[in-house]
């Protein structure tokens, strides 16, 4: 338990630093681009600071501090980074300072002034409803050693999908209370998926759909056509999920992962192909209740095949369940402390 403890206050430590770390690389990268012409002299001004971003996970132990602050820093931020040298959005050097280090280090953007900064009530009992899920996935767990290695994997697909709508939720509602920001929706429904198109495309970790865009997808698309522009976003995105492993695992990368998103984006671009064709042949493709448990399924089998053998193999898996039962048991014992201190209060009152 010394040793949890310690690891934590190293870690908080070590974030801190980070924090401090990023925030006056980011007010460099705001200098130098307010004071440059966008293209290349802007870019190797910027070389330092993206050298830097990749750096600053690594001292964290913690599989899920150094998982998304990898995320957030060597691939989001590193890639606006990119575009803003070359005047291309979300980022510009006209942004107040604080917003400019916000929206360089997180996957955000700037609220509009119409907007309400309050989240709808659906949207909260919808998260509700996902912590529960997500707490009771992690007790199960506790009996993982009965389950089939099927089943176990299948409920990594769904945790991994809870954890990540569940962790950028609450930043959103941070980001929105302290600088009227808004992260960028992360997922659209993927269990409503009809094709890989829709899911990669629409539903799935649309940030990340966002940056490749502008800085793969379009530029590739320009010169060697659609299905090479489709076929690099994946190639891309696989070598940085690759890079994304290495963080989680610390182990050198095997190059399953873009394999994954290499078959996908093959896949994703065969069936573009076909859809075309048996849309012009009169066909209107698989029934609605039907596409998405073979497009979920597909994901999932895959998954099982190439996306879930180096975490574990490695043991990530194990480390990352027991991070999260010691933060779901430090939860609720802090708030059964407080729900005991507030029946303490009120019964005191009650009694005078």
Avoid at 222 to 231: K, P
Avoid at 277 to 298: E, I
Wanted: proline fraction near 7%.
């Amino acid at each position: 338990m010394a040793d949890v403890d310690d690891d934590g206050d190293g870690d908080l430590k070590k974030l801190i630093k980070l924090t401090l770390t990023l925030a006056a690389s980011m007010s460099y990268a705001r200098f130098i681009s307010s004071t440059t012409s966008p293209g290349f002299l802007r870019l190797s001004l910027l070389l330092p600071v993206l050298s830097l971003l990749p750096l600053l996970p690594l001292p964290l132990s913690s599989v899920h501090l150094r998982g998304i602050s990898a995320f957030f820093l060597s691939w989001l931020a590193i890639f606006k980074l990119l575009l803003l040298s070359f005047s291309l959005p979300p980022l510009h050097p006209s942004l107040p300072l604080p917003i400019f280090i916000a929206t360089a280090s997180l996957p955000v953007k700037l609220r509009s002034s119409t907007s309400n900064t309050s989240s709808p009530p659906s949207s909260a009992l919808l998260s509700a409803a996902k912590l529960l899920l997500l707490r009771l996935l992690i007790s199960l767990y506790n009996h993982k050693h009965h389950f089939h290695p099927l089943l176990l994997l299948s409920l990594y697909c769904f945790h991994i999908y809870l954890a990540l709508d569940l962790v950028l939720s609450t930043a959103r509602f941070l980001a929105g209370a302290l600088l009227k920001l808004d992260l960028e929706p992360q997922f659209n429904a993927p269990y409503f998926s009809t094709s890989l198109r829709d899911f990669w495309g629409r539903r799935w970790n649309l940030m990340v759909t966002g940056i490749l865009r502008p800085t793969v997808y379009h530029p590739v698309r320009a010169r060697f056509g659609q299905l090479a522009g489709v076929f690099s976003v994946f190639l891309v995105s696989g070598v940085m999920h690759e890079l994304m492993f290495y963080y989680l695992t610390l182990a050198p990368p095997t190059g399953e992962v873009t394999c994954f998103f290499v078959l996908h984006g093959v896949c994703t671009a065969a069936e573009g192909i076909v859809a075309r064709r048996l849309r012009d042949s009169g066909w209107r493709g698989v029934h609605p209740a039907l596409a998405p448990p073979l497009v979920l399924g597909f994901v999932a089998v895959t998954g099982f095949w190439l996306f879930f053998p180096p975490i574990v193999r490695t043991g990530t898996d194990e480390k990352t369940l027991e991070e999260c039962a010691a933060m779901a048991a430090f939860v609720e014992s802090g708030c059964r402390a407080f729900v005991d201190r507030v029946g303490f209060v009120l019964n005191r009152v009650w009694t005078r």
